[in-house]
C-alpha cells in the first residue's frame, strides 16, 4: 500500500480542540461505569485464564540457573541500541543511510511515511524493532526450556511487543498525531464513543468491532445461494442445495463445516462461494449447519455430533437422493469429526462414505500450532469453570477472542488505532463479519474434544473410544484428500501432514498459499496465490517439500479432478424436495441466524 504523510502538520484551532477536550472529560462518566461493570462482571473469572504465571515463573526460573544469561543478554541489547543511537546521528548529519532494522513485509503497522522520512517516529520505530526481535531471540535462546513451555513464552512475547508497539499509541504514531491535529481532536471523541459502545456491548469485556455489522445480513447478501433445509435434529440443520447444471455426479457430496464458526464461509457470495462453485462444476451437494448451541445442549458429546451430525446426515442424503454412499469433505473441526467417524465406521463395517477430503483439519495434535499455548490442564480446568458458570456452554465471544490473539496485529490492534485513536468506523468485509458471527460450545463436547485431540492426542495414538469403538485410524481404508495451507496458524501444514501416514488407504496432500480461511476458499476466478503438489510419499515434510511443484492460482481444481473420478457418472439432477424428505424451510436456514448472547 502506498505511504501516506503530509510534509508539515495542521495547525489546530484552540477553540475546537477545548471543546472536544471537554467532550472527553464528560464522556469519562460513562467510562467510569462501564469500567466498574466490567469489574462486577469479571469478579467470577478466572484472574489468569491462560497459566501465564506459571509460563513466566518456569522462564524466570531458567534464566536465573544460568547467572551470565540475563546480564550477556541485557548487554547485547545495549550495544544495539548504542548502535541505533550513532546510526541516528549520523543519519542527522546528512549521511544516506538504510534502516539498521526493516518491519517485516506485509508489516501494516508503519505504513505511514513518517515511519520513513521523519527521523524522530523513524528512530521510534527502529528501536521498538530491535526490542521486540532481541525479546523474541531471548526466548528462544533461553537454555532449559521444554518445547511447550517455550512455545508459550514465544507466543506471550510476541503479544506483549505487539501490545506496546508505538503504532498503537496517540503520541507514537504519527498519523493519528496528523489526524487529531487537523481535526481538533474530533476524532478522540469519536474514537472513545466506539471504545464505550464496545465495551458496553460486551457487557463489561472490550468487544472490538471489526466491521460493520450492519452492511451483511444472513440470507440477503450473504449465504444467498438456492438451497432447501430437508432435514434436522436439535444439532443441524441440513441445507440441499438446488442444482444448476441438468446433470450431476451420481454420488453426492455431503460436507461438515466446523461447529466453531457458522457454515457460510463456504458461500460468502457469488464470486467467493465453494458451494456455488461445486453446483456449476455438477455435484449434488449437502451442507450441515450446525446449531448455536445454548444450555440446554451442554451435555451434548462429541459422539452426540458424530451420531446426530454424520450418521444422521448420511441417513438423510440417502433418502432425499436414493444414493447409500456419498464423498464427504469435513473442514477444520469437522475434519477431525469426520477422520474420528471414518474409524468408527471402519470399525463397523460401515462402507458409506465413498471418499474424505479434509480442509485445514488435523488428525494428529503434537504439532498443532499457536492454539497448543492456551491447552494445559491449569487452562482446560479455568474453561471448565468459565462454561460452568455460563450455563454449561462457552460463549462464542470468548472462542473468538482466542482465535483474534493469533493474528493480534490484524484483528485487535488495528482496529484499536482504526476506531479509537482515529476514530474512524470499520468497513464493511463479508469475511470479518462471519469471523464476528461467534458460536457457543457445549461443554462436554468442547472438553472431551480438548483433552482428547489438543492434550492427550489419544485420536492419532489410537486410544479415543467412541461409541464403545476404541478407534484406528489405520483401518481407514478410503481415498483421503488433505489440504493444507502454508500459512495457517491453527493447523500447520506440518500438523495435517502427519495424517499422510496415520491413515490406512491411500493419501494425496497438498499445501495451499495463505492460511487457514483464504487458503481454503479461493476461487479460481480471483486468480490468487499458488499450491503445490507432491505425488511421491515422503517420510517428513521437508522431503516432500523439497520434491513438491509450484502451481500458480486456486488449488480447487486439482480437487476437482481428483473428486470426479470418484463421483460416478452423471444422473438427472436432483431437486430438494423431490425425494422422501420434505422440506422444511428454505435455506439458508433458522439455525446460521441464531446468534450469540
Not at 51 to 56: H, K, Q
Not at 305 to 315: H, K, N, S, V
Amino acid at each position: 500500500m502506498a505511504a501516506e504523510g503530509s510534509e508539515k502538520l495542521p495547525v489546530p484551532n484552540a477553540m475546537d480542540l477545548s471543546k472536544n477536550a471537554l467532550k472527553m472529560a464528560a464522556q469519562s462518566a460513562r467510562l467510569v461505569t462501564s469500567v466498574m461493570n466490567s469489574a462486577v462482571a469479571s469478579r467470577n473469572r478466572s484472574l489468569d485464564p491462560f497459566n501465564l504465571t506459571g509460563t513466566l515463573t518456569t522462564v524466570m526460573r531458567k534464566a536465573l540457573a544460568d547467572p551470565t544469561f540475563l546480564p550477556q543478554a541485557q548487554l547485547q541489547l545495549l550495544q544495539r541500541h548504542m548502535t541505533l543511537w550513532q546510526h541516528t546521528a549520523r543519519r542527522v548529519l546528512g549521511e544516506e543511510l538504510p534502516d539498521l532494522i526493516s518491519p517485516d513485509r506485509g508489516d501494516r503497522r508503519f505504513k505511514h511515511v513518517d515511519w520513513d522520512e521523519n527521523q524522530f517516529f523513524d528512530f521510534i520505530k527502529q528501536s521498538y524493532l530491535i526490542n521486540a526481535s532481541w525479546l523474541e531471540e531471548t526466548v528462544n535462546q533461553m537454555k532449559g526450556l521444554d518445547d511447550d513451555t517455550r512455545q508459550k513464552a514465544r507466543f506471550f512475547a510476541k503479544q506483549v511487543s505487539d501490545a506496546f508497539s508505538p503504532s498503537n499509541f496517540l503520541f507514537t504514531n504519527p498519523e493519528v498525531i496528523q489526524a487529531t491535529l487537523a481535526e481538533n481532536g474530533e476524532n478522540l471523541v469519536r474514537g472513545l464513543d466506539h471504545f464505550l459502545e464496545d465495551l458496553e456491548r460486551g457487557e463489561g469485556q472490550l468487544a472490538i468491532t471489526q466491521t460493520d455489522m450492519s452492511a451483511f445480513e444472513v440470507g440477503r447478501n450473504i449465504a444467498i445461494t438456492p438451497g432447501k433445509i430437508v432435514y434436522q435434529n436439535d444439532l443441524m440443520q441440513l441445507i440441499q442445495y438446488v442444482p444448476i447444471t441438468e446433470q450431476v455426479y451420481k454420488t453426492p457430496l455431503l460436507i461438515m463445516p466446523p461447529w466453531i464458526n457458522k457454515y457460510y464461509i463456504l458461500d460468502l457470495n457469488e464470486k467467493k462461494s465453494f458451494v456455488k462453485w461445486l453446483l456449476d462444476k455438477g455435484y449434488s451437494v449437502f451442507v450441515v449447519s450446525w446449531v448455536n448451541p445454548d444450555s440446554t445442549l451442554s451435555q451434548k458429546t462429541f459422539e452426540d455430533y458424530m451420531r446426530q451430525g454424520i450418521f444422521d446426515a448420511l441417513d438423510a442424503v440417502a433418502a432425499a437422493t436414493g444414493e447409500r454412499n456419498v464423498n464427504a469433505v469435513g473442514y477444520c473441526i469437522g475434519g477431525t469429526l469426520l477422520a474420528s467417524t471414518l474409524a468408527y465406521m471402519a470399525a463397523k463395517k460401515d462402507s458409506r462414505i465413498k471418499s474424505a477430503t479434509f480442509f485445514a483439519a488435523q488428525v494428529d495434535f503434537t504439532e498443532a500450532g499457536d492454539l497448543q499455548v492456551f491447552i494445559d490442564e491449569e487452562q482446560l480446568q479455568s474453561i471448565e469453570n468459565q462454561m460452568a458458570q455460563a450455563g454449561g456452554v462457552l460463549e462464542g465471544s470468548s472462542m473468538a477472542g482466542t482465535f483474534n490473539m493469533l493474528r493480534s496485529n490484524d484483528l485487535i490492534w488495528s482496529n484499536i488505532v482504526n476506531n479509537y485513536l482515529l476514530g474512524r468506523s470499520p468497513p464493511a468485509f463479508d469475511l470479518l463479519f462471519w469471523n464476528a458471527d461467534a458460536t457457543r460450545m457445549p461443554s462436554a463436547m468442547h472438553m472431551f474434544y480438548l483433552r482428547e485431540c489438543y492434550l492427550r492426542n489419544n485420536l492419532a495414538e489410537g486410544r479415543m473410544v467412541l461409541g464403545g469403538e476404541q478407534l484406528d485410524l489405520k483401518q481407514v481404508k478410503v481415498p483421503i484428500y488433505l489440504q493444507s495451507s502454508r500459512e495457517d496458524h491453527i493447523a500447520p501444514a506440518l500438523s495435517v501432514y502427519k495424517g499422510t501416514y496415520l491413515f490406512g488407504g491411500p493419501v494425496k496432500f497438498m499445501v495451499a498459499g495463505s492460511g487457514h480461511i483464504a487458503g481454503v476458499i479461493n476461487p479460481p476466478a480471483l486468480n490468487k496465490y499458488q499450491y503445490w503438489t507432491n505425488s511421491k510419499k515422503t517420510n517428513t515434510i521437508d522431503e516432500w517439500w523439497h520434491g513438491a511443484a509450484e502451481h500458480a492460482g486456486s488449488w480447487w481444481p486439482d480437487w476437482d479432478k481428483w473428486l470426479s473420478a470418484k463421483s460416478g457418472a452423471k444422473v438427472a439432477a436432483r431437486t430438494p424436495g423431490d425425494g422422501k424428505l420434505e422440506v422444511i424451510e428454505d435455506a439458508p436456514g433458522s439455525y446460521v441466524r441464531q446468534m450469540d448472547g
